[in-house]
Antibody
Framework: EVQLVESGGGLVQPGRSLRLSCGAS????????MTWVRQAPGKGLEWVAH????????YVVDSVKGRFTISRDNAKSSLYLEMNSLRVEDTAVYYC?????????WGQGTRVTVSS | DVVLTQSPLSLPVTLGQSASISCRSS???????????LSWFQQRPGQSPRRLIY???KRYSGVPDRFSGSGSGTYFTLKISRVEAEDVGVYYC?????????FGQGTRVEIK
């Protein structure tokens, strides 16, 4: 059974940093592109970033470029999102998602709240 | 960026009746590999999004055949036949052909 389990969310002040992690199981992690999608409270879905199977290609949406970094460790079947200089508008549930063209499995999400 | 416009944004339906959601793209979603990367997701209240349809009309394993997708190029449709109570939620289309990936605004399906 495919499982994606996010962790690392929480309450953080504006300007601070947070690192999200996603542990994957039930499939060969290194065979898949991986993605982070976020959902602000009461809003729709926003694609944040995705990364190629071997980590050689990364795409980050403009609204977080220069602040967020996506990475992966295939040996640990883990996906990461390093978030720096956090803003109030980054408040959202962050989902780890398998795939980048026709994504399929989603984690349960981890909540990030940026507030003073 | 590719804009996906869904309609309607709110869809009250009667149990057992059909429902249809459209998704119009500002650009063709036909990718260089010949596939059209248009997917549909369902998000039930309080849950993560769940995959329904990929590449316009391919249904994921475990998705009831009441759900069907159609379309081409820039216009796509999700149809739910014989709506059941468990179908309540928000439905999103998503394109995987262009960067950045984008989602439609979502269509809220509720029971009348």
């Amino acid at each position: 059974e495919v499982q994606l389990v996010e962790s690392g969310g929480g309450l953080v002040q504006p300007g601070r940093s947070l690192r999200l992690s996603c542990g994957a199981s039930g499939f060969t992690f290194s065979d898949f592109w991986m993605t982070w999608v976020r959902q602000a409270p009461g809003k729709g879905l926003e694609w944040v970033a995705h990364i190629k199977r071997d980590g050689s290609e990364k795409y980050v949406v403009d609204s977080v470029k220069g602040r967020f970094t996506i990475s992966r460790d295939n040996a640990k079947s883990s996906l990461y999102l390093e978030m720096n200089s956090l803003r109030v508008e980054d408040t959202a549930v962050y989902y780890c998602v398998r795939g980048a063209y026709g994504p399929d499995y989603w984690g349960q999400g981890t909540r990030v709240t940026v507030s003073s | 960026d590719v804009v996906l416009t869904q309609s309607p944004l709110s869809l009250p339906v009667t149990l057992g009746q059909s429902a249809s959601i459209s998704c119009r793209s500002s650009q063709s979603l036909l990718y260089s590999d010949g596939n059209t990367y248009l997917s549909w997701f369902q998000q039930r209240p309080g849950q993560s999004p769940r995959r329904l349809i990929y590449e316009i009309s391919k249904r994921y394993s475990g998705v009831p055949d009441r759900f069907s997708g159609s379309g081409s190029g820039t216009y796509f449709t999700l149809k739910i036949s014989r709506v059941e109570a468990e179908d309540v939620g928000v439905y999103y289309c998503m394109q995987g052909a262009h960067w950045p990936r984008t989602f439609g605004q979502g269509t809220r399906v509720e029971i009348k």
